[in-house]
């Protein structure tokens, strides 16, 4: 199924496209799917990392205190210390996409 790059595939279109390579029906694929995501998020949320072959990894970090600029009084706030989701691609989906 090819999409444009301008617009992502939805969650419909990635469910029957799913079932279509499980040989699958459609509601079987979608709770793979909710599955999986809980999965991830659960994982991830708690400080740890889910690897998914051929298309990366999927990590929590933490981030120190921070000194940040407003934009539009341009005042020197302290930003809180807070976790940020960090995605780091595969070499295989860089090696697919750059082919």
Same mark, same amino acid.
């Given at each position: 199924?090819?999409? @444009?790059? %301008?617009?992502?595939?939805? #969650? !419909?279109?990635?469910?029957?496209?799913?079932?279509?390579?499980? *040989?699958?029906? +459609?509601?079987?694929?979608?709770?793979?799917?909710? @599955?999986? %995501?809980?999965?991830?998020? #659960? !994982?991830?949320?708690?400080?740890?990392?889910?690897?998914?072959? *051929?298309?990366? +990894?999927?990590?929590?970090?933490?981030?120190?205190?921070?000194?940040?600029?407003?934009?539009?009084?341009?005042?020197?706030?302290?930003?809180?210390?807070?976790?940020?989701?960090?995605?780091?691609?595969?070499?295989?989906?860089?090696?697919?996409?750059?082919?």
């Amino acid at each position: 199924m090819a999409q @444009a790059a %301008s617009k992502p595939m939805t #969650k !419909t279109q990635l469910v029957a496209t799913l079932a279509e390579e499980m *040989g699958s029906d +459609k509601k079987t694929a979608n709770a793979a799917l909710d @599955a999986l %995501s809980a999965i991830v998020s #659960k !994982t991830v949320a708690e400080g740890g990392a889910v690897t998914l072959p *051929g298309i990366g +990894k999927v990590a929590c970090r933490a981030r120190p205190e921070r000194q940040v600029r407003n934009p539009q009084t341009q005042e020197m706030m302290t930003k809180p210390a807070d976790k940020v989701v960090k995605v780091t691609i595969a070499k295989a989906l860089k090696d697919s996409v750059n082919a």
